[in-house]
């Protein structure tokens, strides 16, 4: 079994930044690509970004230039720091990882709100 712990979220106002943390309980060498997905009120659930066990990042259009998406293999952790952030970006924030055997498992998600 895998367990996701992601930490890092809370309030921000627009412009600022938050750093959002995704502790897996195994090793991040055991997983094809881990990712950020978020879900706002209403909205269903969209790939914020994903980084692969090789290192190739991809990211949402509305994201891209404010995001970073990066492993901490000695942390077995998948971080997503956030700058520049605006009230659309309000969401809870889950994190996902894929088994080498394509398995997915999800973290319990964060809440970030950025206000105006």
């Known amino acids: 079994q895998v367990q996701l712990v992601e930490s890092g979220g809370g309030l921000v106002q627009a412009g600022g930044s938050l750093r959002l943390s995704c502790t897996i309980s195994?090793?991040?060498?055991?997983?094809?690509?881990m990712a950020w997905y978020r879900q706002a009120p209403g909205k269903q659930r969209e790939l914020v970004a994903r980084?692969?066990?090789?290192?190739?990042?991809n990211y949402v259009d509305s994201v891209k230039g404010r995001f970073t998406i990066s492993i901490d293999n000695a942390k077995n952790t998948v971080d997503l720091q956030m700058n520049s952030l605006k009230p659309e970006d309000t969401a809870v924030y889950y994190c996902?990882?894929?088994?080498?055997?394509?398995?997915?498992?999800w973290g319990q998600g964060t809440q970030v709100t950025v206000s105006s």
């Open positions: 996902n990882v894929v088994s080498l055997g394509n398995n997915p498992y």
């Open positions: 195994r090793r991040t060498f055991d997983f094809n690509a």
């Open positions: 980084i692969t066990s090789g290192g190739i990042t």
